[in-house]
């Protein structure tokens, strides 16, 4: 290596590093793309976009109880149970969202839209079984579906529902309500 | 022979065994190198690979078709829209079905946007690994606003799930058009040219990697390597020219392989910039399908059991990481039979075993990185 080409590399090398910096410096001018969170942003749901898919709700006064859901699940997240008999009646719709992975395929396959995602991303918990959420604390009639519905007929009601807020407070033993048919039904728990 | 077997048989005298990974930052996730050393010059680098091991070709068969879209998300995480688009695109040959011409435009939109994601982080951890830690932070900057714009198309930011057998889940809107367009317009050139003055022309960049590792076409060939890999050693082969899918032949792209930019055509540096200016072709791609893109039906009809007939096919895709293959029995049940993934980091870990021989302990790591290797889809 000749004795120009050795002061024509330190050359190079000299620029390009300052070139490199002025382009760091540079953006210590402009704007940062960092939000400082939790501090600046009261809630994080203000950067979540429209159609974020997040924690698993049910309006289970929405519900057909027609188990598509708990079907298309591929790591079975879903648990419903439905009475059979004269009259049924939903007695159980557990999401295990501790288990979940978010991919959306439930609420494809709802035809009523009962399940859907809320925007809720933050969902850390003192005790991993607070993160099953029960959605039936009493015995429900399954939705009849009204002729020629809209989306609008289900999206009416959207909420974030109290089992999804609650889910921080203390942990509470749960069982699933059964139900007594007065003509000899019985749930498909005492059958088991 | 197994491993401990053959480790004893070489290991001779005034060699170190040096063991890097499983957990190392520079191996780009949980892989393992029995690095052989001669002082500071290596006699091999074994990979150990099956770490990352999750049996995801097994659970195909227990899981209905629709049911394994989510899993392929997790075959490559950084670049999880090609494994969805390679799985649909099997099933709907097994089907017969017509995808509609939006949906094959939308497909064609969100994998160009995941490729361009994908290749900032490959070259931002490239120069981590080299030392320059401010690339990085530029990457993952642009790569947080198409994370964004994921988010808004699909709902998810890395796991997308975002296609369906005959289509995709969701339309896209004017706003995420706008994002899209507002994106490319801070793109190119002014991010590609703010990137290259930081990094791709720095001296120091150039100097680790050039003539290190080079690849010659033939070993390149030899080696099964594909994709961004394989172009860098001067061979044009790019699976939507070479086996145009989807909507590829309708749109006017270039294919940029590997000239010598510095030193010798193949080497660590070729690979680095044959990325730079793939970004600016997926960049140009984006643009004409952001205009061109029809109106129409996003899901073909479908049936809502999805049962194929018997029989296999074998799709493939251009993925970040190269040619991402899934070959798909069907035995006219629910379940596939079988699906095998064919992936383009496998093929490199080979690479980089031969062309560790010989080279400093310090640029094996420039030669990993340069490789691009994502460990899940070493393994799946």
């Given at each position: 290596m000749s004795f120009t080409n050795y002061l024509a590399n330190i050359r190079n090398s000299v620029v390009s590093i300052f070139e490199g910096m002025a382009v760091t410096f540079s953006?210590?001018?402009?704007?940062?793309?960092?939000?400082?969170?939790?501090?600046?942003?009261?809630?994080?749901?203000?950067?979540?976009?429209?159609?974020?898919?997040?924690?698993?709700?049910?309006?289970?006064?929405?519900?057909?109880?027609?188990?598509?859901?708990?079907?298309?699940?591929?790591?079975?997240?879903?648990?419903?149970?439905?009475?059979?008999?004269?009259e049924r009646?939903?007695?159980?719709?557990?999401?295990?969202?501790?288990?979940?992975?978010?991919?959306?395929l439930c609420t494809e396959a709802c035809p009523t839209n009962a399940i859907r995602h809320t925007k809720e991303f933050a969902y850390s918990v003192d005790d991993i079984r607070k993160l099953v959420l029960h959605y039936i604390k009493e015995p429900v009639k399954p939705y009849k579906p009204v002729k020629d519905a809209t989306p609008d007929n289900f999206n009416a009601g959207r909420f974030?529902?109290?089992?999804?807020?609650?889910r921080e407070k203390e942990y509470v033993e749960y069982e699933a309500p059964s139900v007594k048919i007065p003509d000899g039904g019985q749930t498909e728990k005492e059958k088991n | 022979m197994t491993l401990e077997e053959r480790l004893n048989l070489v290991k001779r005298e005034n060699e170190i065994l040096l063991n890097m990974g499983p957990?190392?930052?520079?191996?780009?996730?949980?892989?393992?190198?029995?690095?052989?050393?001669?002082?500071?010059?290596?006699?091999?680098?074994?990979?150990?690979?099956?770490?990352?091991?999750?049996?995801?070709?097994?659970?195909?068969?227990?899981?209905?078709y629709t049911g394994f879209i989510p899993y392929t998300d997790r075959v490559d995480y950084l670049a999880a829209m090609f494994a969805n688009h390679a799985y649909v695109m099997g099933v709907e040959k097994l089907l017969g079905i017509e995808v509609p011409k939006r949906a094959e435009y939308l497909r064609v939109i969100a994998c160009e946007l995941n490729r361009i994601a994908s290749h900032l982080i490959a070259l931002g951890s490239m120069a981590m690994d080299i030392g320059a830690f401010t690339p990085f932070l530029?990457?993952?900057?642009?790569?947080?606003?198409?994370?964004?714009?994921?988010?808004?198309?699909?709902?998810?930011?890395?796991?997308?799930?975002?296609?369906?057998?005959?289509?995709?889940?969701k339309d896209i809107d004017d706003r995420i058009i706008k994002k899209i367009n507002d994106f490319l317009d801070r793109f190119l050139p002014g991010f590609i040219d703010e990137f290259n003055r930081l990094i791709t022309n720095n001296e120091i960049l150039v100097k680790r990697c050039v003539n290190i590792a080079t690849v010659s076409a033939d070993e390149a060939i030899n080696f099964g390597l594909v994709g961004p890999?394989?172009?860098?050693?001067?061979?044009?082969?790019?699976?939507?020219?070479?086996?145009?899918?989807?909507?590829?032949?309708?749109?006017?792209?270039?294919?940029?392989?590997?000239?010598?930019?510095?030193?010798?055509?193949?080497?660590?540096?070729?690979?680095?910039?044959?990325?730079?200016?793939?970004?600016?072709?997926?960049?140009?791609?984006?643009?004409?399908?952001?205009?061109?893109?029809?109106?129409?039906?996003?899901?073909?009809?479908v049936p809502k059991r999805i049962k194929p007939p018997k029989g296999e096919v074998y799709s493939a895709?251009?993925?970040?990481?190269?040619?991402?293959?899934?070959?798909?029995?069907?035995?006219?049940?629910?379940?596939?039979?079988?699906?095998?993934?064919?992936?383009?980091?496998?093929?490199?870990?080979?690479?980089?075993?031969?062309?560790?021989?010989?080279?400093?302990?310090?640029?094996?790591?420039?030669?990993i990185a340069s490789m691009d290797i994502v460990a899940p889809e070493i393994d799946r």
């Open positions: 953006w210590m001018l402009r704007r940062p793309h960092t939000v400082q969170y939790p501090d600046k942003v009261d809630k994080g749901h203000e950067l979540i976009k429209e159609g974020f898919r997040g924690i698993l709700e049910v309006d289970v006064s929405l519900c057909t109880g027609c188990l598509a859901c708990q079907r298309t699940c591929p790591i079975g997240v879903i648990l419903v149970e439905v009475s059979k008999g004269t009646y939903i007695t159980r719709f557990d999401i295990d969202a501790a288990k979940c992975m978010y991919c959306g974030v529902s109290e089992i999804v807020k609650n | 957990q190392h930052p520079s191996t780009h996730g949980v892989i393992r190198f029995i690095v052989r050393a001669d002082g500071e010059i290596m006699v091999e680098a074994l990979p150990v690979v099956g770490y990352l091991h999750r049996g995801i070709e097994k659970l195909a068969e227990q899981t209905p530029h990457g993952i900057r642009e790569r947080e606003l198409i994370n964004d714009i994921t988010e808004m198309l699909c709902g998810a930011r890395l796991t997308y799930n975002y296609m369906r057998v005959g289509g995709v889940s890999n394989l172009r860098a050693s001067g061979v044009k082969w790019d699976l939507r020219k070479n086996m145009p899918y989807s909507v590829y032949p309708e749109l006017k792209f270039e294919v940029p392989v590997g000239e010598g930019f510095r030193g010798e055509v193949g080497d660590s540096y070729d690979r680095f910039v044959v990325r730079v200016k793939e970004m600016e072709e997926s960049a140009r791609i984006l643009k004409q399908a952001v205009s061109q893109l029809p109106e129409g039906e996003i899901l073909a009809k895709v251009e993925s970040a990481r190269g040619e991402l293959g899934y070959y798909i029995i069907s035995d006219g049940t629910e379940n596939p039979y079988r699906v095998k993934i064919r992936t383009g980091s496998f093929s490199a870990m080979k690479a980089i075993h031969i062309k560790s021989q010989g080279c400093f302990i310090a640029d094996l790591v420039v030669l």
